[in-house]
Structures are given as C-alpha cells and as structure tokens.
C-alpha cells in the first residue's frame, strides 16, 4: 500500500504523517509578517476572515515544512517558541544571507557540552564552526522581534536511516549544488588513487550522493 508501512510487532499500519506546519506566537501578525517575508521566506497564504480569525503561512527557501501566525492562533505567550531548527548545507552562507537582510545573528557555535546548543548562553557554546563541516556539529542562533529563538544546524551528511535509501532528493538549488561540490572533491582524490580518468563520472558522482544522503557506506 502506497504511502504505509506494516509495523513488524503488532501488525498495525503506520501511515506517512508529514509535518506540515509549526505555529509560532507572535505579538503583531503585520510586523511578524514584514519580519519573515524580510528573510526571503516565501509568503503562502494571508487570509482574513469575517468572525476576526487571519492566518498567515510562510515557508523558508527548500523547506517542506512552514510557520503560521495569527491572532488567536495560540495560548503561548510572544517569544516563547524556541530552538526550533532550521537545517543548512553551509552555515556560513545561511549566516551571510541574514546578515544581508538585517539580521542578527550569533557567530558559529559548538555545543560544549551536549544539550547546550539550546542555551541563549553563549558560556555554553564553543565558538567555532566544526573541523571539515563535521555534520550535526554547528549551529548558530537568531530571534525574531519578539524573541522567539531560531537554530541553524549545519547537516552535509545524514545519520543512517534519517533518509529513505530507494530515494534522493535535494530540498534546494544551493544544498544539491554543496552535495555536487562534495561529490566532485570526493572523485578528484578517487582518480588521484586511481591514476587514471574517470569516464563513468556521473554514476560515480550519483552514487556517491545517494550513499551520502542515505547515511550508507561512501564509494573509494
């Protein structure tokens, strides 16, 4: 059956529930709209209706997921979201791009002891970007302007069994781009061992991605 999976123990199908969107409270819905939309975060909806109820849904760049805000959306107070993540390629590049656009963002940071990458606090952060863009390691924070908290996590590579190894597929232009660039620095030192020209390059190259993504074993 398309779409579900038998669970081994009790027989029960697991349908496919994706998740959609996260709702984050905000104290004025234009601001927050003018805040979002300022991060290039595409606009979905703004819809207004005559009992008073408005939802507005934005979606970051390659996101499958997005954010909706509106009065009376939720109980949680302003600024109260936190450490949702939001997962880059390059954290340098994210970092680039919302300083471009006004934001203020904390340098690249290391969690110093596990779990404080969630603490504002930057005594519980190393601040450094991991050596050789170590997957799962980097992170760094910003705030909209009512204090809720956003992560950067910079993932390159996926941990076993995070990605479904029949499939491969790239969330954005930039992050299918940094998985090539990898997959070429990868078959330069193949041919380098090999001494000779590669002329199956892109199945090379293919595999190479879709082990990487999959978490399985890398191609020499």
């Given amino acids: 059956m398309s779409g579900t999976q ?4 009790g027989g029960a199908e697991t349908v496919d529930m994706k998740l959609e969107v996260v709702v984050i409270p905000v104290s004025d819905v234009d601001r927050a709209k003018e805040f979002y939309a300022g991060l290039g975060w595409r606009l979905d909806a703004d819809l207004a209706f005559d009992n008073g109820f408005r939802v507005i849904q934005l979606t970051p760049p390659g996101s499958p997921a997005s954010v909706q805000f509106g009065p009376n959306m939720t109980s949680a107070a302003p600024g109260s ?3 949702v993540y939001l997962v880059v390629s390059d954290i340098e590049a994210a970092r680039a791009s919302l300083i471009a656009r006004g934001v203020d963002v904390t340098d690249a940071f290391q969690a110093a002891s596990p779990g404080s990458q969630f603490r504002p606090d930057p005594l519980g952060h190393t601040a450094a970007r991991a050596d050789a863009h170590e997957t799962y390691r980097t992170y760094a924070r910003f705030e909209d302007l009512d204090g809720n908290g956003w992560l950067l996590q910079e993932i390159t ?3 076993p069994g995070r990605v479904d190894a029949a499939g491969t597929s790239y969330a954005s232009v930039a992050e299918l781009a940094a998985a090539m660039r990898r997959a070429e620095a990868a078959h330069g030192e193949h041919e380098q061992r090999t001494g000779v ?4 390059w892109p199945t090379w190259y ?3 991605m879709a082990a990487e993504q999959a978490g399985t074993e890398l191609p020499e």
Avoid: K, P, V, Y
Avoid at 197 to 200: I, L, S
């Fill in 206 to 208: 293919a595999t190479f």
């Fill in 81 to 83: 979201s936190q450490n």
């Fill in 6 to 9: 038998i669970a081994g123990a």
């Fill in 197 to 200: 020209r590669d002329e199956e």
């Fill in 157 to 159: 590579t996926r941990l």
